[in-house]
């Protein structure tokens, strides 16, 4: 049990990893060079809208999110080589590749709920107005 709690934990890092680019706010960087040239479009402004958020609660909860992500990320990308390597120096034993196959999917599945908890957490980020 406590084996495959650690093992999902590591898939979910290395999935995270994976997809650590996700952001989990609009940024404005993406237009940088369009919005210089181009200050009032409508993409510029939403753009410039959606930096303009400097809660404390709702920065300090993204910056927790992004850092949790890259770790779970490196963890579950750790995993997926290990399952590899476990692959390639199974030899046929039936065990050793039911082991390692196991290591590949907790790995998967790990990186998946931590996508959807990235998508869970950007969107309820950004639908909710906290006063200050």
């Known amino acids: 049990m406590f084996k495959s709690l650690i093992i999902s934990a590591v898939a979910i890092a290395s999935f995270s990893t994976v ?13 940088g060079p369009f919005c210089t040239a181009h200050p009032n479009t ?19 909860i993204t910056a927790i999110i992004e850092i949790v992500s890259y770790l779970t990320g490196a963890a579950g ?15 046929g034993d039936s ?15 790990g990186i998946i709920i931590t996508v959807i908890a990235q998508l869970i957490v950007a969107f309820v980020l950004n639908n909710i107005n906290i006063s200050q």
């Open 19 to 31: 997809f650590s680019g996700l952001q989990l706010t609009s940024s404005g960087d993406i237009f």
């Open 42 to 60: 409508t993409v510029c402004q939403d753009a410039e809208s959606a930096n303009k958020n400097n809660n404390p609660v709702i920065t300090l």
């Open 77 to 91: 990308v750790i995993l997926i080589v290990i399952s590899g390597i476990k692959f390639a120096t199974s030899g």
């Open 95 to 109: 065990n050793a590749v039911a082991s390692a196959r196991g290591t590949l999917i907790y790995a998967l599945v």
